[in-house]
């Protein structure tokens, strides 16, 4: 039995994927168990919200993560490309949330219908990018325990605010929700993305 979790421990594509799965499993769990503490007007406010963030962060991310791993052992320029490209999603984004520009973007997709705040949304989003830039560049080097180590980290904080959530007599409103489960967990894996992002960035200037 060690024998074989020594094994998996040193194959990077199961770790990898363990990560993966850790991270839908929070995700899924969010889902499960969210609708206890809710009514069914807030239950169809939370499912469409969630949905609605979740096609928007594949819509910005437009394959970026996927392109970054193809191309980035043959082509050197393929990180600053990705920091780039990562730079100008999250300007967009802010850019999104602060003008006018957001609102076409929200009626588009109907986040007028629903209760939750837009910064939030937006603030979701850029969770959900930055786990996927996180674990892309770390994969291409070649770090995929850091990867398994921080999926680990955001599933416990996850479940830490459910259990919060749950302990509460007070009802969460949406934006509580999507704060302590879609916003702060993800605090630490943003950080890293930016920190791994500005120094490639950096590194292109001082060339």
Not at 25 to 38: E, G
Not at 169 to 190: C, M, N, S
Request: proline share 1%; charged share 15%; hydrophobic share 55%.
């Amino acid at each position: 039995m060690l024998a074989k979790l020594k094994k998996l421990g040193s194959n990077d594509g199961a770790l990898f994927t363990i990560s993966n799965l850790i991270f839908s499993f929070s995700t899924y769990l969010i889902a499960l168990i969210i609708p206890y503490k809710f009514d069914i007007k807030m239950m169809a406010d939370f499912s469409a919200t969630l949905n609605i963030v979740m096609i928007l962060a594949f819509v910005f991310e437009f394959g970026l993560a996927t392109s970054y791993l193809r191309f980035n052992q043959l082509y050197k320029t393929t990180q600053y490309i990705n920091a780039y490209f990562q730079l100008f999603i999250f300007l967009l984004l802010f850019l999104l949330y602060s003008t006018f520009l957001g609102d076409y973007l929200g009626s588009f997709f109907g986040l007028e219908n629903v209760t939750l705040s837009h910064v939030y949304v937006y603030l979701s989003i850029f969770s959900i990018l930055s786990w996927m830039f996180f674990k892309n560049i770390y994969l291409s080097n070649k770090r995929i325990k850091f990867i398994l180590f921080n999926a680990i980290v955001l599933l416990a904080v996850r479940v830490g605010f459910l259990v919060y959530i749950f302990i509460r007599d007070k009802v969460p409103t949406l934006d509580e929700i999507f704060l302590y489960l879609f916003v702060f967990p993800f605090i630490l894996i943003a950080f890293f993305n930016m920190k791994i992002m500005l120094f490639i960035l950096e590194s292109r200037f001082n060339r």
